[in-house]
């Protein structure tokens, strides 16, 4: 029962801002620190990366922006407990994001039928959890099995960055795993790089949802165990003494260098910014846009953390007479100037326009930047030809008397995204579309972004696979999506492209099939792609070699600090 | 005895009404962690998973029952579940509340200090000018928001003058930095009630009178006028170790402290009923015991004040 579609939620990158932080706030801390740090900053430095011989010891203090105790093995999706989760529970395969390849880590290979239905899953040996127990085929397959299918009894829902169709995972021999599906799987060597496939030990597969959400009962093979948590103020993890099971393309080999990682909870932006310049913490994360400049001119490092996600975009769902029309979506694709979206609202470099709907890090990735252009001329061509001719007295087009109007809900997990809203509107309104920007709290933002009167949204989320997310999002037979919902007419072409990602059963299938659904979603404009979908971490200077995995969390195992 | 008993009787039964109205509150107000998150039509979760998630937390049931059920295991001590972590309530409130009474603590100790040094400022200070500006203490602070003060203090003390870690390391002065701020913020009631009797007292004909018979000051001050002031601020300081409640919330956040105001800043955000509904009650409870506890101190101070008290119906 718990085989559903594996679609990446928005969850799955929630909270990209710290939206506690009054605006006001922030501003006088901001005004505040420029006056004071002018006093006392250090004059610039280098980024402090790389310098000299790694050393072990120390405890390094990481600022999270807000408490999330939520460790579920098969659900974890927040940024903060993600970043927690990967230093704990080590995956079975290794993402190299640097080499885009795939590297073993807790299975030493694998092997896939052609029709990629069966995959086969050799297990490392010599691996143990924190409690002592041993990694094997049997714990692994526990795992897989109520990762793909969920356990009612324990009330735990399967995980939903799956590809589609998990049949079961079966113990073959010793340290040999053997995991079915019913139709292709193509991606799934590469979900198993997810946090959520984490492999955790026999102890915390035991427990209810409840109980399992909880980071004392956590056992993972990471290099760090858990230590201490106190709520809403700080987690405390240990280096793991034996641990000698880093996959291959890491920065070294053995334990990790740091003794301690002390995760610190500091909400408010100006609070985690004053609190790293003051020397009080060494990482701090959700650095606000305004202070990416001054931190990286002041000595800090700030390390941007792309996504293996979607791009920063608008969705478009067909379920209004407007929207229904591939012209009026295809003219708000042209009116957007993504440019100017991205040199208003950020001050660095690292941020820039999308080039696509998925992120340039996921594999199948076009450019499409030559279909994204800003082209005014083009857009109230394709309006006039759409029959929204006339004008009312505020100069906004109108046909049959109805006003070319369209709402759309900022939402607090974007970071930015009402400022981009309200620009957006700004340049919507030049070819004479109207667009209404709302908020909304976060506990209403699904009802109010799926309500019948709604056709934009703006959206984002981490797609390990494609397959899985694209199918959930965009096919119409999952009539229950938020672009299904109340769609005027099916798009058999869309449903087409879907498929053939799903049907995909190798690397060429798989790349062309991805490329085409890009295109298609472009062409037709049901995605409207915004800005890069990234985080951005700033590092003080005594913090080496600390980066950030193929889904931008922090890669603790790596790091030291320069005594 | 018999007072008092009449007294926990009101205030059992004001929490029950507190705790009524707030869950009816909570269930007319829309949305809850748990329908949020099944509801997303992109989280993929099937028909069954919802109905099945819905009952393991108890959100299908009538509303009438689910406040059945949780009144009665409220008399019990249980306060239900976190809708959003699923960690007991009451463990929650436990956990947050030991870290708040620190706060609130020290903070009420600054209040004290503050307000006795203020109303002394403005009865003796050498000048009239002086005593104009201690008076207009409580006017001036009492227009500063507590988040601007927390701000500025962590600014100036933590980031640039590096006096108090805020790492978690930081030891008691971690604690006195939020506590100076909560303390400030939220003094001026007390102390503008202070200054105003303490003046008033010091115009009585009598303690002209003493004066003139050459009593000395410190007498005259801790016989007759500290007594006489004490009675109306008594009555506001009550009222203060409400406001520290709220005061909290804030001081908290900024400071990145946990407590019962940063588990209420999550429990809102989150739409977390269950624990939403604890800290009312708590926080209610706490706030009629405080005045409770003046009530019973009062005639200590006031003789007169006796009657009133017993004649309660």
Not at chain 1, 131 to 139: F, I, P, T
Not at chain 1, 524 to 539: G, M, R, S
Not at chain 2, 1 to 9: E, I
Not at chain 2, 15 to 34: A, E, K
Request: charged share 15%; net charge neutral.
């Amino acid at each position: 029962m718990f085989d559903g579609q594996p679609p990446a939620r928005p969850g799955s990158v929630r909270r990209r801002s710290g939206r506690t932080a009054s605006a006001l706030t922030a501003t006088i801390a901001a005004a505040l620190v420029a006056v004071l740090a002018a006093c006392g900053a250090n004059p610039a430095a280098s980024p402090a990366q790389n310098a000299g011989e790694p050393v072990s010891g120390g405890n390094l203090v990481y600022l999270a922006s807000y408490d999330n105790p939520d460790f579920q093995w098969t659900d974890v999706n927040d940024w903060e407990p993600g970043i927690i989760f990967s230093a704990l529970v080590d995956r079975l395969v290794y993402w190299d994001a640097k080499s885009s390849t795939l590297r073993p880590w807790l299975a030493e290979s694998w092997t896939a039928n052609p029709d990629s239905t069966q995959f086969t899953l050799k297990i490392r040996k010599g691996v143990t959890f924190s409690d002592g127990s041993a990694l094997n085929a049997q714990v692994v397959a526990d795992n897989l099995t109520i990762k793909g299918k969920g356990d009612k009894a324990l009330g735990i829902p399967g995980t939903y960055t799956w590809p589609a169709g998990f049949e079961s995972a079966t113990v073959t021999d010793a340290d040999t795993v053997a995991v079915k599906f019913s139709r292709p799987a193509y991606g799934f060597i590469r979900a198993l790089t997810f946090y959520h496939s984490g492999i955790v030990g026999e102890k915390t597969l035991k427990l209810s949802f409840q109980d399992s959400s909880d980071i004392k009962n956590l056992v993972g093979s990471g290099p760090f165990v858990f230590d201490s948590y106190t709520p809403g103020e700080q987690y405390v993890l240990s280096k793991r003494k034996d641990y000698s099971w880093a996959p291959d393309g890491v920065g070294h080999a053995g334990p990790a260098y740091l003794d301690k990682i002390i995760v610190r909870i500091a909400g408010q932006n100006s609070v985690r910014t004053g609190l790293l310049q003051s020397g009080q913490a060494d990482v701090i994360r959700d650095v606000p846009p305004a202070d990416e400049q001054r931190l990286g001119q002041t000595g800090f490092t700030v390390l941007p953390a792309k996504q293996i996600a979607y791009s920063v975009q608008i969705r478009v769902r067909p379920n209004s007479a407007a929207t229904a029309d591939v012209r009026v979506r295809q003219a708000i694709q042209h009116a957007v100037n993504r440019k100017e979206l991205v040199d208003t609202l950020y001050f660095t470099d690292i941020w820039k326009p999308a080039t696509s709907v998925i992120e340039s890090g996921v594999p199948g990735w076009v450019d499409l930047s030559a279909k994204l252009t800003n082209d005014v001329d083009k857009a109230n061509n394709l309006l006039d030809q759409a029959g929204w001719t006339a004008r009312d007295p505020q100069g906004f087009r109108t046909k049959d008397g109805q006003r070319l109007s369209f709402l759309v809900y900022s939402v607090s997990w974007i970071r930015q995204s009402q400022p981009e809203l309200l620009l957006l509107a700004q340049q919507l309104k030049k070819v004479g579309v109207e667009l209404t920007v709302k908020n909304v709290d976060s506990n209403n933002e699904t009802a109010a972004v799926g309500a019948p009167g709604v056709s934009l949204s703006i959206s984002l989320g981490s797609v390990p696979t494609v397959s899985g997310p694209m199918r959930n999002n965009f096919h119409s037979a999952v009539t229950t999506s938020w672009f299904n919902s109340g769609a005027l007419a099916k798009d058999t072409e869309l449903d087409g492209h879907v498929d053939a990602l799903s049907n995909a059963t190798d690397d060429a299938g798989y790349t062309k099939a991805v490329g085409e659904l890009q295109n298609y979603l472009i062409d037709q404009a049901y995605v409207i792609p915004l800005d890069t979908n990234q985080q951005t971490f700033a590092v003080a200077k005594k913090v080496h070699d600390l980066n950030v995995d193929a889904y931008g969390r922090l890669f603790f195992y790596d790091a030291w600090l320069s005594k | 005895m018999k007072q008092l008993l009449r007294r926990a009787g009101v205030l059992a039964l004001v929490l029950f009404l507190v705790y009524t109205l707030v869950f009816v509150v909570l269930v007319v107000l829309p949305g809850d962690p748990i329908s949020n998150r099944l509801s997303d039509p992109d989280a993929g979760y099937t028909p069954q998973t919802v109905d099945l998630l819905k009952q393991y937390y108890g959100v299908d049931k009538p509303a009438a029952l689910r406040y059945a059920e949780g009144l009665l295991r409220a008399l019990h001590g249980d306060l239900g579940h976190s809708l959003a972590d699923g960690q007991p309530v009451t463990g929650k409130l436990a956990d947050a509340f030991a870290p708040t009474l620190e706060l609130g603590g020290i903070a009420l100790l600054v209040v004290l200090i503050l307000t006795a040094l203020v109303g002394l400022g403005a009865l003796y200070g050498r000048v009239p000018a002086l005593r104009v500006a201690f008076m207009s203490v409580p006017s001036l602070v009492y227009s500063l928001p507590v988040y601007l003060v927390a701000v500025v203090f962590i600014q100036a003390f933590s980031f640039q003058l590096g006096w108090v870690s805020l790492n978690g390391d930081g030891g008691f002065a971690a604690t006195f930095l939020p506590a100076c701020v909560l303390g400030i913020t939220i003094s001026p009631p007390l102390i503008q009630v202070f200054v105003r009797s303490l003046i008033n007292a010091d115009r009585l004909p009598h303690i002209t009178v003493a004066r003139a018979r050459g009593i000395p000051e410190l007498r005259i001050l801790t016989r007759h006028l500290l007594p006489g002031a004490a009675l109306p601020s008594l009555t506001v300081l009550g009222i203060t170790i409400g406001y520290l409640m709220s005061g909290a919330v804030v001081t908290e956040t900024v400071f990145t402290r946990y407590g019962l105001g940063a588990l209420t800043q999550k429990a809102v955000q989150q739409h977390d009923q269950p624990v939403l509904l604890g800290i009312v009650v708590v926080n209610a409870a706490v706030f009629m015991l405080a005045n409770l506890l003046v009530d019973v101190v009062y005639p200590r101070f006031d003789p007169r004040v006796q009657p009133r008290f017993s004649h309660a119906k």
